[in-house]
C-alpha cells in the first residue's frame, strides 16, 4: 500500500503559477507509476501528468509547456509545477500511485486532492 499526500494548491490569478506536492508513505521507486490528475466542477477525472518509474511523462495536450511533473527520490515526493495557469485549469488535482504486483494485478492509490483556483 502506499499513502499520497498532497499540499500547494490555491487560488492563483491568471498567467501565475502553483507548485504542487505529494508526499508518498513509501519509496517512489517501488511505484510503478505516478501521476497528477484533475477533476473539474461536473467532469471526469482526468490525467494531466503522468510519470513511470522510467522518468516518461507524457502530458495533456492542454497542459504541454505549461505544467512539468518532476520528483525528488530522497523526499518520495512528486512535483507539478504549473505555470501561466488559466482559468480553465480551475480543479481538484488528486496524486495517483499504481503498484503492479508480480500476479498480474494492480492497484490505484489516490491523494485527498487539492483545490487549483485560478481566476481572470
Known amino acids: 500500500q502506499v499513502q499520497l499526500v498532497e499540499s500547494g494548491g490555491g487560488l492563483v490569478q491568471a498567467g501565475g503559477s502553483l507548485r504542487l506536492s505529494c508526499a508518498a508513505s513509501r519509496s517512489i521507486f517501488s511505484i510503478n507509476a505516478m501521476g497528477w490528475y484533475c477533476q473539474a466542477p461536473g467532469k471526469q477525472r482526468e490525467l494531466v501528468a503522468p510519470?513511470?518509474?522510467?522518468?516518461?511523462?507524457n502530458y495533456a495536450d492542454s497542459v504541454k509547456g505549461r505544467f512539468t511533473i518532476s520528483r525528488d527520490n530522497d523526499k518520495n515526493t512528486v512535483y507539478l509545477q504549473m505555470n501561466s495557469l488559466k482559468p480553465e485549469d480551475t480543479a481538484v488535482y488528486y496524486c495517483?500511485?499504481?503498484?503492479?504486483?508480480?500476479?498480474?494485478?494492480?492497484?490505484?492509490?489516490w491523494g485527498q486532492g487539492t483545490q487549483v483556483t485560478v481566476s481572470s
Open positions: 495517483n500511485a499504481k503498484l503492479l504486483y508480480v500476479s498480474g494485478s494492480n492497484a490505484n492509490y
Open positions: 510519470l513511470t518509474s522510467g522518468g516518461v511523462t
